[in-house]
């Protein structure tokens, strides 16, 4: 055998190797998740709807963990490195971000995720937010947000305008894949409506319409006038509407506007500033003169107030995570919504008795 074929045999081999390790080394899935888009949220409840939208195109991760105030979460360098890899950074905004997102975003030394670029998104885009102050806001006010109430993703409807803010900037990050956004965004906000009118409902009459007619109070009389029932989330809070409750803090203005709940007082004082003797008296004096039996509150406060309170008044404490991963079961945000309308639903019931 010649010299010359020895050597050509051993070039093919080598090449044979070559290409073979190559294969195996991209078939793996370290190298197969560099064509997903890199998505970092702010909180666990965009994470889980940005997974729901994406689905097999993106890896998403959270820099919180669903268990801290979504206020209070440092710029801890950790979080700086996930932000530097990022393709897509997602925020809650209407400022709720304030105090961390800034040095998050400078320590990336990521361009691509800087506010104003595609990869950049505030998902409050088109929500109408609450409690907007109209006169000057001073740190005296406590933790008042200029541009409203950030809380809006515990409406399940705004979970709708989140979800949609998410396709749209997949789809321009990564056009390709645009039909498979609109088929997942499609089918969460089917879930989305299911949980929140059931299924029948929904096949009879749209999820669209039926939110449409909850937001503007025809939706009774609409009822009224078909062989069809509720069921889901609105059915469960139903025989509850008008219920007076107190809150911990100012987390649940639209929780309560979309399920017609009253709040009558907050044990926080101002909001972010924990609760004094003087405050707490007038919180029970409210509580017993409106006739109030329940408190709500997350679980990263500290109960003993709202346990006081309750001891005074004979009202029932519910914590309620207002995150995805925030308690046992809130696994996903319609995971999330439900366990704080069964929590609540539940609690409710036995006050009302």
Same mark, same amino acid.
């Given at each position: 055998?010649?010299?010359?074929?020895?050597?050509?045999?051993?070039?093919?081999?080598?090449?044979?190797?070559?290409?073979?390790?190559?294969?195996?080394?991209?078939?793996?899935?370290?190298?197969?998740?560099?064509?997903?888009?890199?998505?970092?949220?702010?909180?666990?409840?965009?994470?889980?709807?940005?997974?729901?939208?994406?689905?097999?195109?993106?890896?998403?991760?959270?820099?919180?963990?669903?268990?801290?105030?979504?206020?209070?979460?440092?710029?801890?360098?950790?979080?700086?490195?996930?932000?530097?890899?990022?393709?897509?950074?997602?925020?809650?905004?209407?400022?709720?971000?304030?105090?961390?997102?800034?040095?998050?975003?400078?320590?990336?030394?990521?361009?691509?995720?800087?506010?104003?670029?595609?990869?950049?998104?505030?998902?409050?885009?088109?929500?109408?937010?609450?409690?907007?102050? *109209?006169?000057?806001?001073?740190?005296?006010?406590?933790?008042?947000?200029?541009?409203?109430?950030?809380?809006?993703?515990?409406?399940?409807?705004?979970?709708?305008?989140?979800?949609?803010?998410?396709?749209?900037?997949?789809?321009?990050?990564?056009?390709?894949?645009?039909?498979? +956004?609109?088929?997942?965004?499609?089918?969460?906000?089917?879930?989305?409506?299911?949980?929140?009118?059931?299924?029948?409902?929904?096949?009879?009459?749209?999820?669209?319409?039926?939110?449409?007619?909850?937001?503007?109070?025809?939706?009774?009389?609409?009822?009224?006038?078909?062989?069809?029932?509720?069921?889901?989330?609105?059915?469960?809070?139903?025989?509850?509407?008008?219920?007076?409750?107190?809150?911990?803090?100012?987390?649940?203005?639209?929780?309560?506007?979309?399920?017609?709940?009253?709040?009558?007082?907050?044990?926080?004082?101002?909001?972010?500033?924990?609760?004094?003797?003087?405050?707490?008296?007038?919180?029970?004096? *409210?509580?017993?003169?409106?006739?109030?039996?329940?408190?709500?509150?997350?679980?990263? +406060?500290?109960?003993?107030?709202?346990?006081?309170?309750?001891?005074?008044?004979?009202?029932?404490?519910?914590?309620?995570?207002?995150?995805?991963?925030?308690?046992?079961?809130?696994?996903? +945000?319609?995971?999330?919504?439900?366990?704080?309308?069964?929590?609540?639903?539940?609690?409710?019931?036995?006050?009302?008795?």
């Amino acid at each position: 055998m010649s010299a010359n074929f020895i050597s050509g045999f051993s070039r093919k081999a080598f090449l044979f190797v070559l290409v073979l390790d190559t294969f195996l080394v991209c078939s793996s899935p370290q190298c197969l998740a560099k064509d997903k888009l890199n998505v970092v949220t702010t909180t666990t409840n965009l994470a889980s709807i940005a997974e729901a939208v994406g689905g097999d195109h993106v890896n998403v991760s959270a820099i919180s963990t669903g268990r801290e105030d979504p206020h209070s979460i440092a710029a801890k360098p950790s979080y700086m490195l996930k932000a530097k890899k990022a393709d897509l950074w997602i925020r809650i905004g209407l400022e709720l971000e304030i105090g961390y997102e800034g040095l998050i975003l400078e320590g990336s030394r990521n361009a691509r995720i800087h506010v104003g670029s595609p990869g950049h998104l505030d998902v409050s885009e088109g929500i109408a937010p609450l409690e907007v102050p *109209t006169g000057k806001v001073s740190r005296t006010m406590g933790d008042v947000h200029p541009l409203g109430n950030p809380h809006y993703w515990l409406d399940p409807s705004n979970g709708t305008i989140i979800a949609r803010n998410i396709c749209r900037r997949l789809k321009q990050l990564d056009p390709e894949h645009a039909g498979d +956004y609109d088929r997942n965004l499609a089918a969460f906000l089917l879930n989305l409506d299911n949980a929140m009118f059931g299924a029948k409902l929904v096949e009879a009459v749209g999820g669209e319409k039926l939110w449409k007619m909850q937001s503007d109070g025809t939706l009774d009389g609409f009822l009224k006038d078909q062989t069809l029932s509720l069921d889901g989330w609105l059915a469960k809070l139903k025989p509850f509407e008008h219920a007076k409750i107190v809150t911990y803090h100012r987390s649940w203005p639209y929780f309560a506007r979309r399920f017609h709940l009253d709040i009558v007082a907050e044990l926080e004082p101002k909001p972010g500033i924990p609760p004094g003797p003087a405050h707490i008296l007038e919180v029970i004096n *409210t509580m017993k003169s409106d006739k109030a039996g329940l408190i709500l509150m997350e679980p990263f +406060y500290n109960r003993a107030d709202a346990d006081a309170v309750a001891e005074k008044t004979g009202a029932k404490v519910v914590v309620a995570a207002t995150s995805v991963n925030g308690q046992e079961g809130a696994d996903s +945000y319609i995971a999330m919504i439900d366990n704080i309308v069964t929590r609540l639903g539940s609690a409710l019931g036995e006050v009302s008795k």
